[in-house]
């Protein structure tokens, strides 16, 4: 699997099969990065696509030294069942 980043998306390629595995996207708001939406195909489901499209924009709000509001489903329940992994880089409202 290899992740691309394309604007404000980080994609999931399966380079053997040439096919988008998933997706995140996220905004970024008074230097903030708002994860928006976490997309992974049904059939790639269960093995950690979306936790590698998450580590991606964590790696890129550590970089960059923002702080990162999840909203969608899967962004929530990461942050929310490893705090300590992400207190970095949370910004609970």
Not at 7 to 20: H, L, M, P, V
Not at 31 to 52: L, N, P
Not at 82 to 91: G, H, I, K
Request: one cysteine or more; a negative charge; charged letters at 30%.
């Amino acid at each position: 699997m290899k992740i691309m980043r394309r604007d404000n998306r980080f994609i999931a390629i399966d380079e053997d099969k040439n096919a988008a595995l998933g997706q995140i996207t996220w905004v970024e708001e008074d230097g903030r990065i708002v994860i928006e939406h976490t997309f992974v195909k049904e059939e790639y489901s269960g093995q950690g696509v979306g936790r590698a499209l998450l580590d991606e924009v964590v790696a890129l709000a550590r970089s960059n030294n923002q702080k990162i509001i999840p909203q969608c489903v899967f962004a929530i329940k990461q942050f929310h069942d490893n705090p300590e992994e992400f207190a970095d880089v949370w910004e609970k409202k």
